[in-house]
C-alpha cells in the first residue's frame, strides 16, 4: 500500500507540472490572475459534483473546526498564481524545482517544531544534505 501512495504523489507531482505550463500559457492570452481565477472556478465546479455524489463529510462543520484551519486554500491562491507568473519567464522546470525546495524548507520545520497538528520529526544531515543538493541543482540548471 505504501508503494501506491509513492505513486499517487509521484503522479500528483507530475499533473503539477503539467498544470504549470498549461496555466502559464493561457495566462499569457488571458492574463495571470484570471489564468489562477479560471482554475479555481473550473476546479470549485468539479470539486463540487464530486462532492454532490461522493462526499461523505459534513461541509457545515466547517464553523466547528479551528479557525487557522480555514486559510488553506490562501495557500493554494499563492500557489498557483506564483506558478503562472513564473513559468513564462524562467520556465516549468526551475519553477518547479524552487516550489519543491520551498516545500521541503517549510516541510522541515513543520515536522521539526511538530507546528500545525503535525507529528515531530527531528531535522537530520541526511535532510539538510538533500536540501543543499537540490539548492545547488537549482543553481546549475539556471
Known amino acids: 500500500m505504501r508503494y501506491v501512495i509513492y505513486i499517487i504523489a509521484l503522479l500528483a507531482g507530475a499533473s503539477l507540472s503539467l498544470e504549470g505550463a498549461i496555466y502559464g500559457e493561457l495566462g499569457k492570452v ?6 489562477s481565477f479560471y482554475n479555481f472556478a473550473g476546479g470549485s465546479i468539479i470539486m463540487g459534483l464530486l462532492w454532490i455524489f461522493f462526499g461523505k463529510g459534513k461541509l457545515s462543520y466547517t464553523r466547528e473546526a479551528p479557525k487557522w484551519t480555514l486559510v488553506g ?3 493554494g491562491i499563492i500557489y498557483l498564481t506564483s506558478i503562472v507568473i513564473s513559468v513564462p519567464f524562467v520556465g ?3 519553477t ?4 519543491v ?17 503535525s507529528q515531530k520529526i527531528t531535522v537530520n544531515k541526511e535532510k539538510v544534505f538533500a536540501l543543499i543538493s537540490m539548492v545547488i541543482a537549482l543553481i546549475l540548471i539556471y
Open 73 to 75: 486554500g490562501l495557500f
Open 30 to 35: 488571458i492574463g495571470e490572475l484570471e489564468s
Open 101 to 117: 525546495i520551498g516545500q521541503m524548507v517549510m516541510s522541515m520545520f513543520i515536522e521539526h517544531f511538530g507546528w500545525l497538528g
Open 92 to 94: 516549468v522546470g526551475i
Open 96 to 99: 518547479m524545482v524552487s516550489i
